[in-house]
T-cell receptor, first 112, second 113 residues
Framework: AAGVIQSPRHLIKEKRETATLKCYPI?????VYWYQQGPGQDPQFLIS???????DKGSIPDRFSAQQFSDYHSELNMSSLELGDSALYFC???????????FGPGTRLTVT | KQEVTQIPAALSVPEGENLVLNCSFT??????LQWFRQDPGKGLTSLLL?????REQTSGRLNASLDKSSGRSTLYIAASQPGDSATYLC????????????FGTGTLLAVQP
């Protein structure tokens, strides 16, 4: 069965650089969520989209932005990267707004 | 504030034992609850989803129960195996406009051969 695809899987950036993370949801899933998991921490909600519209926003820095495109894939753009942005970034998709969430393998971002 | 806690933080058991992981949530008005497994540095694998109207869900050796009134869920693992070693996370969905998951801090399980 198709799963959530995230790219890249690993990304190394320097401070103050920009990063773009991509997420391809499971086909026919219309809802996408982004979560951030710092070292030794539980995942924290960043932002979500339903039918290409932002549905909710969590503790996401103003330096981060995201969108969902017409083909339902989503991109998380991160600018002015800081050391503290180093984390695993997960994308999840759901067939409905309140359905079970299926997580991708994550993108490990390292900021040096 | 909606919080999710898990106890114990870590658990070590010999192979073959049955075990129970606990999850507590402060706000009982949940929409659903998911249990996940996470291997070190890896992604989250959904194990079970329990809707607020359900009392329990079963998948193979796993059984999850939900008691909304007391704000608790348990994950029961029967006949544990070394391959079950991982971190187990529960996550609560309160529904509404967002449906974001609020995660617990996880239980690190080690099953000794």
């Amino acid at each position: 069965a198709a799963g959530v695809i995230q790219s890249p899987r690993h990304l190394i950036k320097e401070k103050r650089e920009t990063a773009t993370l991509k997420c391809y949801p499971i086909p026919r899933h219309d809802t996408v969520y982004w979560y951030q998991q710092g070292p030794g921490q539980d995942p924290q909600f960043l932002i979500s989209f339903y039918e290409k519209m932002q549905s909710d926003k969590g503790s996401i820095p103003d330096r981060f932005s995201a969108q969902q495109f017409s083909d339902y894939h989503s991109e998380l753009n991160m600018s002015s990267l800081e050391l503290g942005d180093s984390a695993l970034y997960f994308c999840a998709s759901s067939p409905t707004l309140a359905g079970e969430q299926y997580f991708g393998p994550g993108t490990r971002l390292t900021v040096t | 504030k909606q919080e999710v806690t898990q106890i114990p933080a870590a658990l070590s058991v010999p192979e073959g034992e049955n075990l129970v992981l606990n999850c507590s949530f402060t706000d009982s008005a949940i929409y659903n609850l998911q249990w996940f497994r996470q291997d070190p540095g890896k992604g989250l694998t959904s194990l079970l989803l329990i809707q607020s109207s359900q009392r329990e869900q079963t998948s193979g050796r796993l059984n999850a129960s939900l008691d909304k009134s007391s704000g608790r869920s348990t994950l029961y693992i029967a006949a544990s195996q070394p391959g079950d070693s991982a971190t187990y996370l529960c996550a609560v969905n309160y529904g509404g406009a967002t449906n974001k998951l609020i995660f617990g801090t996880g239980t690190l399980l080690a099953v000794q051969p």
